[in-house]
């Protein structure tokens, strides 16, 4: 059956288009850090699929009819309803983007000397563990070491490893078992709900409580239901319904499957935990019907909400990533196996065997998309995830060194992915030629965001 994508662009924007030469001035000036790049000289965005998407008509047309309202307003009551349609919590609680989610749930369940278990934590949740002086232990499935397996749940929790650390000395110091579905950090990999029921169990057993982080979770859904025969006939919906079951609590992002610009949700069972969360979001978020967002946002996230389940706008995500993935294959690059939804990610540590992690392959494969092809990405390797000494050289490499070309949601068609495609092969061609970098500053903390780093030429 050919496939027909579910939509059609309604309104455009020009991208730039600029030169080899302009674009190696631009990668100086940003200190050769993608994320110093002005979108202006970017062509193809693929930093990031966070509130980067395209909004529908419907969401546009729902947000015309906004309440903006200080206190109950008609927009937060449409959002609560579609939310609690998946999410079925009796506590929500709007903030303006996940990691104000993760910074008011964890002050409630974490502090100092408390642990928080994942199967990968995202680097601003890991963050906002370790900044209340928490420690960030993770603990992905043996399976996700090997990239090249097609095994179809490589973002599961170590089931073993969680029950290691819950029944073990540490075990009373643990806050909060968090599953990231999908497992971002973990190559957007899906979370089997095999796995979500036997953590949620354990956790129970150790009265932990386990929260989602949600970011995903209609992504994970989909996946659930094309890579589970057990669940190959239940809707996207009935899954991630399912899943939030399955957990006590929720942290989410609705910058991604909430198909926004911005926003956030927590939600609990807990009525203490919530009402602990609702003081510190209405100090620093707002009033507990809005939490920063405008009304606006609340009713481009309801209807948001209601679009992301759809099966055949999930298809079609599922298709566009399996196309550039296979593409980048035919050029002889190898991605994270097998591929999932929100990015493809490229094995930049096998493109670039003469780079060492300490010349951050990663990084340099994300450079050189830029100066060929205009396209901006980041490296998801030894730059971000390394350990470094006081002097800034890499002491402990990452596991793998890996570019993430994320894809943000219904704005990139075919034609644009063809593109990129055809700029990665060409960097194939020769990749002894793209040249190793390092680092000139890098911050303790968050590094990836703010360092600077220069190429290494041959003296
Ligand atoms: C898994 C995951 N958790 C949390 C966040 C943080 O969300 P936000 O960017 O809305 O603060 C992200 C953002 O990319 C994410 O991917």
Not at 72 to 81: H, T
Request: one cysteine or more; glycine letters at 8%; hydrophobic letters at 40%.
């Amino acid at each position: 059956m050919p496939h027909l994508r579910p939509f059609v662009s309604a309104v455009v924007r020009p991208i730039p288009v600029t030169t080899r030469e302009q674009r190696i001035q631009e990668l100086d000036r940003a200190g050769h850090n993608p994320f110093n790049l002005p979108s202006d000289k970017v062509s193809i965005d693929l930093l990031s699929d966070s509130g980067t998407g395209a909004l529908s008509t419907d969401q546009q047309a729902w947000a015309q009819r906004a309440d903006e309202r200080y206190a109950g307003a008609d927009s937060f009551f449409r959002f609560q309803e579609a939310v609690r349609d998946v999410v079925p919590y009796r506590h929500i609680l709007p903030v303006h983007q996940g990691r104000a989610a993760e910074r008011v749930l964890f002050t409630a369940l974490l502090g100092p000397g408390r642990i928080s278990v994942s199967n990968t934590h995202f680097d601003t949740t890991r963050a906002n563990v370790e900044l209340l002086g928490a420690h960030a232990i993770d603990l992905p499935c043996p399976q996700a070491q090997d990239l090249d397996s097609e095994e179809p749940f490589k973002g599961d929790i170590d089931l073993d490893a969680l029950k290691d650390v819950l029944t073990g000395p540490d075990g009373p110091r643990v806050g909060q078992v968090l599953i990231t579905i999908t497992n971002n950090g973990g190559g957007g990999q899906p979370v089997s709900m095999g796995n979500l029921e036997a953590a949620s169990a354990l956790a129970r057993e150790h009265g932990v409580p386990l929260i989602l982080d949600a970011a995903r979770f209609a992504e994970n859904a989909w996946l659930v239901t094309r890579r589970d025969p057990a669940y190959a006939g239940w809707s996207p919906r009935d899954v991630a319904r399912r899943a939030f079951e399955l957990a006590d609590g929720c942290v989410a992002s609705l910058k991604k499957d909430g198909l926004s610009h911005e926003g956030g949700l927590i939600a609990l069972h807990d009525g203490k935990v919530a009402d602990e969360c609702e003081v510190n979001v209405i100090a620093t978020e707002g009033f507990r019907t809005y939490g920063g967002l405008t009304g606006h946002t609340l009713e481009t996230l309801a209807q948001g909400l209601r679009e992301v389940l759809d099966p055949n706008y999930l298809a079609d995500r599922e298709r566009e990533a399996a196309f550039l993935a296979d593409r980048a294959h035919a050029a002889g690059v190898a991605t994270v196996r097998p591929s999932g939804l929100h990015g493809v990610y490229l094995n930049a540590g096998r493109l670039l065997p003469h780079l060492q992690p300490w010349q951050f392959p990663g990084h340099a494969l994300a450079c050189a998309l830029y100066r060929e092809g205009g396209i901006r990405c980041s490296e998801l390797g030894s730059l971000y995830l390394g350990e470094l000494d006081e002097n800034n050289a890499l002491v402990t490499p990452a596991p793998f060194e890996l570019v993430r070309l994320a894809l943000p949601r219904r704005v990139y068609d075919h034609g644009h992915l063809e593109y990129v495609a055809e700029v990665l092969a060409d960097i194939a061609k020769h990749p002894e030629q793209v040249p190793g970098y390092r680092f000139v500053s890098a911050p303790p903390l968050l590094r990836h965001f703010r360092c600077v780093t220069a190429p290494i030429t041959a003296s």
